[in-house]
């Protein structure tokens, strides 16, 4: 088995490991939806999906959103897996950062790109608030 075939394994795995809790996360808030809100939250929807760049790949995080009218979503599943509010991941952001002190951006973008995929940071404006917020281009 070759590098990138291994690294598939790997990202497979995460990606089945979170697909595993999505499951298990679903069950358990309809279980506690339905004997009222949670957190203050009064509707529960499922299917919510981010994705998200990682040193074995790009995964899909599906998860659920507790949501009220005029308040921002609560995702539980980003707190219990501290997942970054952009799309990369602490793993490959720590690779990044090491990578970039020891050489140039251009130098450590390569070596990123060669070992996990292309990606591209474009910069929009999200909300009202004007926060900007990293997002892939392919």
Not at 45 to 68: F, Y
Not at 130 to 138: K, L, M, S, V, Y
């Amino acid at each position: 088995m070759g590098f990138g075939e291994g690294r598939e394994v790997l990202r497979q795995l995460l990606q089945d490991h979170l697909d595993l809790r999505a499951a298990r996360e679903e069950a358990e808030l309809t279980d506690r939806h339905a004997s009222g809100s949670v957190r203050g939250r009064n509707r529960l929807e499922h299917g919510h999906i981010r994705q998200l760049a990682t040193v074995v790949g790009s995964v899909r995080v599906r998860r659920c959103a507790l949501r009220a009218p005029g308040r921002r979503n609560i995702y539980p599943a980003d707190a219990v897996l501290s997942l970054p509010a952009g799309r990369h991941s602490h793993g490959l952001r720590r690779l990044a950062v090491l990578d970039v002190v020891q050489s140039s951006y251009d130098t450590t973008k390569s070596a990123i790109d060669l070992g996990h995929g292309e990606f591209t940071i474009d910069w929009h404006t999200d909300d009202a608030a004007g926060d900007n917020e990293p997002t892939e281009a392919r």
